[in-house]
């Protein structure tokens, strides 16, 4: 990359030299109306400099920045690329979608996204929109972000995550936090928030912005707590420094609505394992219901053939009634297996019902685990039982009816 600077004086001229030099640059040319200049022949009376210097080309992926200019321009707009090199930068500062790093430091650096502040915060009358808090995001709110230099960086991040925080914007740009009791703060004196208050802004800003899913639950917290806390309205440096105390209050508000709603699973949890119990049980009831009912349909069929090969043939009414008697026990079984079976159905219809209302919260294989498998257990012993006992009653059936036959 090359640097190019006209109209110098010679005195300014001799000024820059080191400071170019100092900063990896290497001097390619100095010239004037009359043509090109070594540094000796350079007077410092002289006027109209020209001086060239140039510097090995920046890689693919990373914007250079040279000068204060340059760096108030890039904070104003978002970056084109993730890694920003900063000549005069000592240390290495990492947001969630930018790396503001010293010159010549290539190291990786992976963008993340965030949430849209937009998705809580409402921006009332034709106030400027509000933009992306990630570029303003330290991953580490830790990070010193201390010096002159970072001084500009620091006061915008801090207007920036302070409305990414409000619940609303108004139309004079005051920030509103809905409590109650309502606050109200300006969003100014950004200049002013210290460092330790713009950890504390940061680490507020990252809790709320650190789980899309739960964006709406902690920015609504974090903003009670804010309203609640504070005493006053005022502006960006007492925000700032209410920060630890309304982020520890939001983080216990969250941690409590946690727990109860563990609570609740857990009884949820409860409800579910005691209707698969019953389930199985009423099951196996009716397992032993049709077993009773194919026992006392195999002792009157039994007695019925016995009575019909002992009793003489010239008793008229036996074999009727014998015959009329097992097709009654028979429809008895069948009966006793229907209604059986039509308890299992509705089971199942109602088991869908749960399964999509009360218990999506159920990975998939716990679900399988906790409710489809013992109740397929339950399920398979009641239709051998319905199969075996459907084939002994048509068989009795038959029997009775090949004895009467036979004895006539």
Same mark, same amino acid.
């Given at each position: ?180 009791? !309502? ?111 194919? !026992? ?13 090969? !002992? ?33 299992? !159905? ?63």
């Amino acid at each position: 990359m090359q640097l190019a600077l006209y109209q110098l004086g010679g005195a300014d001229a001799f000024a820059l030299l080191p400071l170019l030099n100092s900063a990896g640059f290497a001097i390619s040319r100095i010239a004037d109306e009359g043509g090109d200049l070594r540094v000796e022949e350079l007077d410092g009376e002289a006027v109209g400099i020209e001086l060239v210097a140039s510097k090995p080309a920046v890689p693919d992926g990373i914007y250079p920045v040279l000068t204060r200019v340059g760096f108030d321009e890039i904070r104003a707009r978002a970056p084109a690329e993730p890694i920003i090199w900063v000549h005069g930068l000592e240390r290495v500062i990492d947001t969630v979608a930018v790396s503001w790093r010293p010159w010549d430091d290539a190291g990786d650096f992976r963008p993340e996204s965030v949430t849209e502040p937009s998705r809580v915060v409402r921006i009332l009358g034709s106030g400027d929109p509000l933009e992306s808090v990630g570029r303003w995001l330290l991953r580490d709110p830790d990070t010193d972000v201390s010096g002159s230099l970072l001084s500009p960086w620091r006061s915008d991040a801090a207007r920036a995550l302070s409305r990414a925080l409000a619940q609303e914007v108004e139309t004079d740009g005051r920030l509103l936090f809905r409590g109650p009791p !309502t606050t109200r703060f300006a969003n100014d004196g950004a200049e002013r928030v210290d460092v330790q208050s713009f950890s504390s802004l940061q680490r507020a800003a990252g809790w709320v912005y650190e789980s899309s899913r739960e964006l709406e639950n902690r920015h609504g917290l974090l903003a009670a707590e804010v309203a609640r806390t504070s005493m006053r309205d005022g502006d960006l440096p007492i925000l700032a420094a209410l920060m630890p105390s309304a982020l520890e209050g939001a983080r216990i508000a969250y941690g409590f609505g946690v727990s109860q709603q563990s609570r609740d699973a857990l009884k949820t949890l409860s409800d579910l394992r005691k209707a698969v119990s019953d389930e199985t049980a009423r099951l196996s009831d009716a397992t032993r219901a049709m077993v009773a009912a194919v !026992t006392t349909s195999a002792v009157g069929n039994v007695g019925l053939i016995i009575a019909r090969v !002992t009793l003489s043939k010239d008793a008229r009414f036996v074999a009727p009634a014998a015959v009329a008697i097992g097709i009654a026990l028979a429809i008895y079984v069948g009966v006793v297996i229907w209604s059986g079976w039509h308890f299992l !159905t509705i089971q199942q219809d109602l088991r869908r019902d749960w399964r999509d209302r009360l218990y999506r919260f159920l990975a998939e294989d716990e679900y399988q685990r906790m409710v489809a498998d013992p109740v397929k257990a339950a399920e398979r012993g009641f239709e051998r039982a319905s199969f075996c006992s459907g084939v002994i009653a048509v068989l009795l059936l038959a029997a009775i009816g090949l004895v009467t036959f036979l004895s006539k």
